[in-house]
Each structure stands twice: as structure tokens, then as C-alpha cells.
């Protein structure tokens, strides 16, 4: 999982089609069932390290793509 830090983000869009988890929404287009992640990014962003370059998918990417209910996976 990545955050986008709302503070940093200028509303570009560019990011939701490259997203290949498809899990990018603009904040009036979130669907109900993932409302809670626009906090949980908010205060994720604080803490995760800025990824400035482009990154290998994590190997197991692909099994985590259409899992469900992956907030409760979520480390403090």
C-alpha cells in the first residue's frame, strides 16, 4: 500500500490511471466502502517515507490487488 499526502497533492489525476490496483479515487468519487482510507492516508502520509523514484511492485503485489477488507492488515 502507498499514501498520497493531501498536503502535497495538487489534483492532478495523473496518479489514478497509473495506479494498477486501481485504488485511487478523486475525494468526491471515493466509493462508501473506502471513505475510512482518506483519514487513514491523511495520517499515514505524516509518518511513511516519501518515495521520490519509480519502485518495484512488492513479489506479492498481485495476491493483494482484489483482496478485501485489507485495513484491518494495517500496522500502527
Known amino acids: 500500500m502507498l499514501v ?3 498536503d ?8 489514478e490511471p497509473e495506479c494498477p490496483a486501481e485504488a485511487i479515487f ?5 466509493p462508501e466502502s473506502q471513505i ?7 495520517e499515514l502520509a505524516k509518518s511513511w517515507p ?4 519509480p519502485i518495484d511492485p512488492p513479489e506479492d503485489a498481485d495476491d493483494w490487488k482484489d483482496k478485501p477488507d485489507k485495513k484491518q492488515f494495517l500496522e500502527d
Open 4 to 6: 498520497i499526502d493531501p
Open 8 to 15: 502535497e497533492c495538487i489534483d492532478c489525476s495523473l496518479c
Open 26 to 30: 478523486a475525494e468526491d468519487e471515493v
Open 36 to 42: 475510512d482510507f482518506i483519514e487513514i492516508n491523511s
Open 50 to 53: 516519501v518515495i521520490a523514484e
